[in-house]
């Protein structure tokens, strides 16, 4: 299995996805602008944990390329509304696959990802997996 880093957009819509659901996340508030750019800050270093146990090179890599950043929640939707669901269950799959990694699995950040992505896909139209580019299960 290849794993690799989310970009931003994919981080959004799973976090779009965390919000919809709504309370609290990983013990923080979704509906706190500052709680969510935390919220995604942790699944993006749970992603780098995975790379890193998935490339033994990775965190000498991550180093060099100075790639890790401050993570800012921006709404991927905006007032269109389009294929939002279908769209967030895409996204938290993708971040759940390439978080899959060595023990990642068995931590409870992982737990509430899948969590979301099981919400994610109820929210989702009926078959929208079918269209995924990758293997779900």
Known sequence: MSAFLVQ???MDRVLWAII???GTFAGLDVNLAADRDEIGEKR???NHSALAQRYPNYDDMRRATAEVGTYK???PFGKTGARES???AEACHCLQYQCSEGDIQDTPLYDELVAVTDWADDAAPPGFDKFLAWDTA
Do not use: E, L, P, R
């Open 20 to 22: 919809k659901q709504g």
């Open 86 to 88: 279908w769209s967030a």
């Open 8 to 10: 931003d957009g994919t």
């Open 44 to 46: 993006y270093a749970m």
């Open 73 to 75: 929640y921006v709404d």
